[in-house]
C-alpha cells in the first residue's frame, strides 16, 4: 500500500488528494495517510528526514519509489496508476497542463504566498500588511492571464481537465477565502468571469468539493 505524509490542511497536500481522489484511489484502502506537518510533528523526525531531507510534506513512498515535491508526486501517480484514462495522455494536452503547473509554483504561488502566510501564519501585530496587500493585488493582475486563456477553452491545457487544473484550482480557492476573510487587508478580488466558471465547473465535475477547505486554516 501506499503511503503519503501530510495534513490535509497544507495546500500541497490537497493537491495529491485531489489526483488520487481523481485516479479513484482510496485512502485506507489504496494508500496509507500519515498526519505530518504542523502541530503533527513528524516531519522533523531522523526517520521522516530519511525519506525527505527537506523535512516537507507531501512525501510519498510507493514500494521503492519515495518521491518529494507535490507536483512531481502528481505527475507520478498519472503516469503510473491511471488505469481507466482520467488524465489525457496526449502530449499536446500534458505539456500544456505541465505549463500552468510550473507557472503555478514558480510564477504565481510565491506571491499569493505572501499573502496567505501572512493572514494565516503570522501574528496579527507582526504582519506586514503592505506586502500582504501588494502580494494579493499582483495575484489578481497574474491570474488575470488565466482568465484570457479560460475565455477560450473549458480547461487550462484545452478543453480537457488535466493535472494543471488541480494545482491551479487549488490556488485559486485560497485567493478566493482570503478576500472573503481579510477583505479589508487583501484589497479588492480581481472580477474574473472566466475562473468563475471554470471552478464551477470543477465543482461539478471533479472531486474539488472533497478536497478543498471551505475555510482558512488560521494559526492564532
Not at 472531486?207 to 475555510?215: G, P, Q, S, T, V
Amino acid at each position: 500500500m501506499m503511503r503519503l505524509w501530510g495534513r490535509k490542511s497544507s495546500i500541497n497536500v490537497q493537491k495529491v488528494l485531489w489526483c488520487l481522489a481523481e485516479l479513484g484511489l482510496k485512502e485506507g484502502k489504496d494508500f496509507e495517510r500519515i498526519d505530518a506537518g504542523l502541530h503533527f510533528g513528524v516531519n522533523n523526525t531522523p526517520e521522516f528526514l530519511k525519506l525527505n531531507p527537506n523535512g516537507l510534506v507531501p512525501t510519498l513512498e510507493d514500494g521503492d519509489v519515495v518521491l518529494w515535491e507535490s507536483n512531481t508526486i502528481m505527475r507520478y501517480l498519472a503516469r503510473q496508476h491511471d488505469k481507466a484514462g482520467r488524465f489525457t495522455a496526449d502530449i499536446k494536452t500534458q505539456y500544456e497542463s505541465e505549463k500552468w503547473m510550473d507557472w503555478q509554483l514558480g510564477t504565481m504561488w510565491p506571491a499569493l504566498r505572501i499573502a496567505f502566510l501572512g493572514l494565516t501564519r503570522t501574528p496579527e501585530a507582526e504582519r506586514n500588511h503592505q506586502a500582504i496587500l501588494k502580494g494579493y493585488q499582483e495575484t489578481n493582475r497574474l491570474l488575470g492571464m488565466l482568465d484570457q486563456v479560460l475565455a477560450k477553452q473549458n480547461y487550462c491545457s484545452g478543453n480537457q481537465f488535466q493535472i494543471g487544473d488541480i494545482v491551479l484550482a487549488l490556488c485559486v480557492s485560497r485567493w478566493i477565502l482570503l478576500n472573503k476573510t481579510f477583505p479589508q487587508q487583501t484589497g479588492e478580488r480581481a472580477d474574473l468571469k472566466n475562473i468563475d466558471v471554470w471552478l464551477k465547473r470543477l465543482e461539478e465535475e471533479t472531486c474539488l468539493n472533497d478536497i478543498a477547505e471551505k475555510e482558512l486554516n488560521i494559526v492564532k
